[in-house]
């Protein structure tokens, strides 16, 4: 579970949040996007769940504080069950202070009102009362706008599942490449290339 929380944050950091910043289209251009917010739902989440997950809230807080300490902007806990916050406060001392401050639990009600602070209705999964159609492992769902950016080829909608990282071109463009490994072959191919200079 770790390895794949890694891995997730990891593609956040290096593909996700700097495909972001380099949107022509997104309000406030001048202003880097360095960070994220996490959903966690936490509907089917009882007491022994809840209190068996002490070693995994360990160590992916040890992750995130360790390796990724600015990604988190906020992880809230959708639907948390009404005990959970007497839980937390026996499961917070495992938790890094810097990461544990950013954590909020949210009762049913709350969430919709509290995820509509930050996210449009239509990016919010319909599980959480929004009107996106979220499927957990499914890959982005990119926009026409960011299709249109990455240059993407005809008839390709979707990016190539697995890690992808940006890097600089001699020209100031920055390209997509697909790292890592396919049917145990290594990998290293540009799937998309955008003009972050504009």
Partial sequence: MLQLAAAYVDSVSRFVIPLCSMMPDRPEKSTPITSSLYLVDATNMGLKQAWSAKNLIQDISWLLSTCF???IDKVLVCNS???FPTIWKYLK???DPFTAEKIVFLLRSEVLPTLREYIDDANIPAQFGGAHSFTHGQLPDLEDEIQKCLGLQEGTT???????KWIEEADGR???LAVGSEAGSERN?????????Q
């Fill in 69 to 71: 300490p600015e990604s």
């Fill in 81 to 83: 069950p009404s005990y």
């Fill in 93 to 95: 001392p495992y938790v």
């Fill in 158 to 164: 979707q990016l190539p599942p697995g890690p992808i």
């Fill in 174 to 176: 920055k390209s997509a």
């Fill in 189 to 197: 191919h540009r799937v998309a290339t955008m003009d972050s200079r």
